[in-house]
């Protein structure tokens, strides 16, 4: 069984020589820039993991594993444009690098080289790939705008916040785990566990980032702890400690969301009532049971017991991730 | 035979109820905004007119028409980004409308929903009609960047900027007209003939659309006449009246290329010189080549002469246009 870091290696090969064509050259060095930057390639490495559960050697999944990571790849670049983020991982944003324009029509290339890519299955499965695919990409869209829909609404409720993770992170995840698994002839049945794994994992993960947004370290996270805390972003953490029964840190909280400049005072505030509301014990109880759920989907799959182990070391390494 | 009213009607009506889901309303609403703007619906129209040829009913290709339309108007929605274009046939764009980040999202949404309906067609074709949609839409992104990049270069040759029409406007024609030949399972000569009579009809369509501009009425074309003008845009226009024989034309040319902003006087002073140089005559000879090469590939197609005449008329209709 190939650990993460060879599946990794792999993928970054794969990936270094996907594009075929480069002129012009304004469209796709953009395109290769993004691809180049340091990442932890979580899909592509789920759809390689899959068909290594099943025996399927890896040239037969290799390009649409691909393909979602540029499709991944560029939702990156329209969001950081949206989010007027001019960082990611510490190195520049492609808008911030090479302009707006370069942004919004180099993610718009990207998406159909995600189609490409895509579309080299086997033909008698295209249909059914496409219709994952197309639904899933489509739900992404709709996670990120109720993201960007949740910045102006005062409140928003846990039940919303998750279905918005759930669009836009934890959905991709569950395309890459059953489109892999379709391209291996996995059962209706199997298809399912490893769609429902994908989703409750997923979930997990975006809780995590969230824990990690304002309690991980700042070396390994790579960037300024407390940025979802300033932009007052509707997180699990916030929407819980929002809740708090005790007044006078309802106060604080509510004073606070008044601005949404860095304020390092801001942060500190913030998290101590994510504690004493008990909202960061609450959050990482939640992770902790949508990477149990996703735990129960895995049991369910027809596979023997040592070929689950991969994806059960990507489950554990998502909910003990530093970055 | 239907005529191209008839046509844009039943156009009309597939696409006023092509989008199923509603929420989140400002993913959706952009969309049902730009689809519902007044258009020629030429692309659609050219797709129903092959169904006609060959006698197909429409329900078998109304739905990857509709599909091709919307990837066009996504087209428009972030050229109109890049293009920083508040206004579109008199009425508001999309990110002026709604802000820039609809515009970006929505325009995704719309690209996706495009692949949604053009994955309807028959599994047995799906391979080669997404072959066929990947490699145009890639190339319709190609003809933007090479259309941006083209501000910011001095010089651009003829053989460049047929290159970019075709690349940015034609492909997407010659792609409805294949793709709809596709379905109809016309002979792979006769999806030829079709694929070129739509490159050559799009190239006529796009020279036609730079000499409006230019020479258009502006109660015909419905926006300010000389925005290319006054843009410097390189159309085959200025390059040819770049390449007059006449110092003086030459000069006033240059002088006038150093300002970007709406003036009357260079509008009219640069239209004169179109005309003393003979680009304008030029160009509409240019047009006039490429309708009657549409032509030859139409004479070509192996269907009796009286079926060709649907588009016929269409090439007939581009070339004399005012709007």
């Known amino acids: 069984m190939r650990d993460i870091v060879q599946l990794k290696q792999i993928i970054e090969e794969a990936l270094s ?41 890896f040239e037969q999944v290799i390009e649409p594993a691909i393909g979602i990571e540029i499709f991944h790849n560029f939702t990156l670049v329209h969001d950081d444009i949206m989010d007027k983020a001019n ?8 808008h911030a690098k090479y302009g707006l324009n370069a ?46 829909d949740f910045e102006t609404e005062f409140t928003v409720s846990e039940m919303e916040y998750l279905q918005m993770i759930e669009l836009k992170t934890a959905v991709l995840l569950a395309c890459s785990l059953k489109m892999s698994g379709m391209i291996c002839m996995a059962s209706v049945e199997d298809l ?33 702890i407390g940025g979802d805390i300033c932009n007052n972003k509707k997180t699990l953490l916030l929407i819980k400690a929002m809740n708090t029964q005790h007044k006078y840190e309802k106060e604080i909280l509510h004073n606070w969301m008044q601005t949404t400049e860095f304020n390092q005072e801001k942060v500190d505030d913030v998290k101590k009532i994510f504690i004493s509301s008990f909202a960061k014990e609450y959050t990482e109880n939640k992770m902790l049971f949508y990477y149990e759920q996703a735990l129960k989907s895995l049991e369910l799959l027809s596979v023997s017991h040592d070929k689950k182990a991969v994806l059960k070391n990507f489950a554990d390494l998502i909910v003990n991730r530093k970055n």
């Open 17 to 57: 020589s996907s594009l075929k064509k480069k002129t012009p050259i304004h469209l796709y060095q953009p395109i290769e820039y993004i691809l180049s930057l340091d990442s932890k390639r979580i899909r592509p490495a789920l759809f390689l993991s899959v068909a290594e559960m099943y025996n399927i050697p």
């Open 103 to 148: 942004g919004i029509l180099s993610g718009d290339a990207m998406q159909i080289v995600a189609y490409q890519k895509i579309c080299s299955v086997h033909p008698h499965i295209l249909p059914e790939v496409m219709h994952l695919f197309n639904q899933t990409a489509l739900e992404v869209c709709e996670g990120q705008q109720m993201d960007m």
């Open 87 to 94: 960082l990611r991982r510490g190195r520049e944003t492609v």
């Open 192 to 224: 399912n566990h490893l769609y429902q794994f994908g989703i409750n994992i997923g979930i997990a993960f975006q809780i995590q980032d969230d824990l990690l947004d304002s309690f991980g370290s700042e070396a390994a996270v790579g960037k300024r």
